[in-house]
T-cell receptor
Framework: GQSLEQPSEVTAVEGAIVQINCTYQTSGFYGLSWYQQHDGGAPTFLSYNALDGLEETGRFSSFLSRSDSYGYLLLQELQMKDSASYFCAVNNNAGNMLTFGGGTRLMVKP | NAGVTQTPKFQVLKTGQSMTLQCAQDMNHEYMSWYRQDPGMGLRLIHYSVGAGITDQGEVPNGYNVSRSTTEDFPLRLLSAAPSQTSVYFC?????????????FGPGTRLTVT
């Protein structure tokens, strides 16, 4: 089966940097995705890593280490609007299925 | 483009009732899927489709049926609603099947079963 572990909650101040970790156990790993979800909203795609290393998209970066079954999402220059839940997810079953972690609730304080 | 649309937004059912949650996308996406999200938890895959006429089970398929007669539509049927099916249901689509393709989510249907 598949399992993903991420912290349930993280708090940071505006302007700071925060890292949200994700460890996974899965068979047939294809890649690690990250999604953002504001309260009452739908998830939106942030990033995808298939290979080891860092992918940068503006203030957000995502890292993957396949040998450690580990990844993280890095959010820089935090803004109040970044307060949301962040989910890591793995592709499996020939990439046809996406399994999500339980989510990390990020609270950004002034 | 409207993207992914879902109806209804809210629904209350009594135990044993059946209903269909509607999902449509206008992006000509190949892959469509249904997830449920319970309070404070991640999303769990119910069923998915890799193209018209092709569906498969996800992680939690029991109590749900799907069909995909057209590329655009992917309805989810609850056969006999149970309180355990109280949840928020999200439909999603992606351009192609396979890893790495961004999934576009609909706004969700909030279902309560009493």
């Amino acid at each position: 089966g598949q399992s993903l572990e991420q912290p349930s909650e993280v708090t940071a101040v505006e302007g700071a940097i925060v890292q949200i970790n994700c460890t996974y156990q899965t068979s047939g790993f294809y890649g690690l995705s990250w999604y953002q979800q504001h309260d009452g909203g739908a998830p939106t795609f942030l990033s995808y890593n298939a290979l080891d290393g860092l992918e940068e998209t503006g203030r957000f970066s995502s890292f993957l280490s396949r040998s450690d079954s580990y990844g993280y999402l890095l959010l820089q220059e935090l803004q109040m609007k970044d307060s949301a839940s962040y989910f890591c997810a793995v592709n499996n079953n020939a990439g046809n299925m996406l399994t999500f972690g339980g989510g990390t609730r990020l609270m950004v304080k002034p | 483009n409207a993207g992914v649309t879902q109806t209804p937004k809210f629904q209350v059912l009594k135990t044993g009732q059946s209903m269909t949650l509607q999902c449509a996308q206008d992006m000509n996406h190949e892959y469509m899927s249904w997830y449920r999200q319970d309070p404070g938890m991640g999303l769990r895959l119910i069923h998915y489709s890799v193209g018209a006429g092709i569906t498969d089970q996800g992680e939690v398929p029991n109590g749900y049926n799907v069909s995909r007669s057209t590329t655009e539509d992917f309805p989810l049927r609850l056969l006999s609603a149970a309180p355990s099916q109280t949840s928020v249901y999200f439909c999603a689509s992606s351009q192609r099947t396979g890893p790495g393709y961004e999934q576009y989510f609909g706004p969700g249907t909030r279902l309560t079963v009493t």
